[in-house]
């Protein structure tokens, strides 16, 4: 039995017309920002797959089994600065990301810090891994990255998944008596939105009331980038804060956080939002911007020492933030890395989801990775990987030997090399607003951890207050594509639809 099914060409046009209504009626939508006008704007509806795709069960359930251990992992790594400045030691003096973050630490450090508590939302994102053609050797679940700042998909995945499920109960997956039927427990409900408010709320809570005198109630800020085509990926979080009854307000990175919010004697954060004229204590301060060197000037550099020199709760704080960095996710595939943080029961377990990673300095096995990288032949079974976050930044196969080339040697340094999954394929067809695939398909899971912690006793460690249930983001893409990330138009959102491993072995291919 086929999957997806092969339907009629009208059968298939009703198809497509519910998905485009459906994101239509839900807001799963980008803007197109260069139409933003004074009364209108337009928007197209953000990449989504027609069907959901096959997954195995028990893989997507040990994901989300695994989130927990990699939220006591990197909340640890976030406390831990002479591990961390160890690990980007070497990247601080070439990178000016990572030098403009570390520098603001230094200066907040100098002053000394004012909270000791970190909202942590990370998102650790796997793909299936074949070792071999043969599948009798089982699929592996790898993780491709974990990142700890603006995670984002999670409402537009929600979305998705939400639709998946309506056009399941419809009946009109259904239509063709041939194909393999899907069950309504195959499609798992997602909670991202909620759970993600639900950890800002919780921050919030244990934050308390206002302690200044200038302010009698608190709020979130949700500290954003301009002209920002994807806000219908952050403002149902913020919507949801409200119906909470938790204020949560917009504030660009730069110079609206210097010219709406100020400081008291004591360190507490006042924000005065523009519209209003009784000020608010701010409470949580949520980063869905700051990641960019770009957004580091002389004002992004002094909103963020402002920020980061606060009472507030913030997620994440600097050293979070600098745990996202690559360069992090290859230190702690370093042989005994792990269990400096974690048991050495967790540390297996955790180590089982690594490939090879290496970096790309002047060490011995740095050295060694340069040879690999300049090799036309080995350079094929790796990714060249920069420090930045956001998807098309990568270099795959042959094309790393003219890059590096291309590049100063200094600032090879900044990169890491990672061994390339092999992920089976699955066929599935996809919608953006350039137009339909159908055809070999691969897909990321993306598990959302949300925990509240508290520095440890003397600086040491931390000790995890509160933590949500895991939730999840999915997203496949054209075989044929490298990169994954939606809203730069690789890939499209989609739910897994969760089956045995005997149903998926019959429908996945193997990768040539």
Known sequence: MSYPPSMPDEQLETLVAEVKDWQISHGSQLKVLDTDNVHSVLTHSVGATIFPTLFPRDLFDEALALQKTYNKLYAAVAEDEEWLFDALKDLIDVDPLANKLWTIYREVKQEGYLQDLTLGIFRSDYMLHLPSADTHDGFQLKQVELNTIACAGGVHSDKISEMHRHLHRTGIYEAVPSAFQLKPDFLPPNHTIDTLAQGLASAHRTYGSAASRTAKDTCILMIVQPNNFNIADERPIEYALWDASIPCFRVIFGYEVLSQTSLTPAGELIYQPPHLKIPLEVSVVYFRSGFEVHEYDDMGHMARFQLERSRAIKCPNILGHLATFKKVQQALTVPNVLERFLTVEEAAIIARTFMKIWPLDESEEGQNARKVALDPET??????????????????????????????????????????????????????????????????????????????????????????????????????????????????????????????????????
């Open 379 to 512: 350079a094929r079974g790796i990714i060249l990987k920069p420090s930045r976050e956001g998807g098309g930044n990568n270099v795959y196969g042959e094309a790393i030997v003219e890059f590096l080339k291309s590049i100063p040697v200094a600032a090879w340094g900044t990169f890491i090399l990672m061994e390339k999954i092999t992920p089976p394929l699955l066929m599935n067809m996809m919608m953006n607003h350039i137009g339909l695939y159908q055809g070999p398909v691969v897909s990321e899971l993306g598990v959302f951890g949300v925990c509240l912690w508290k520095r440890g006793q003397g600086g040491q460690g931390a000790d995890i207050l509160e933590e949500m249930n895991p939730c999840w983001s999915f997203k496949t893409k054209n075989a044929k594509v490298d990169e994954m990330s939606v809203v730069k138009g690789y890939g499209c959102f989609d739910s897994p639809a969760l089956v045995d491993r005997e149903i998926f072995e019959a429908h996945m291919r193997v990768a040539k």
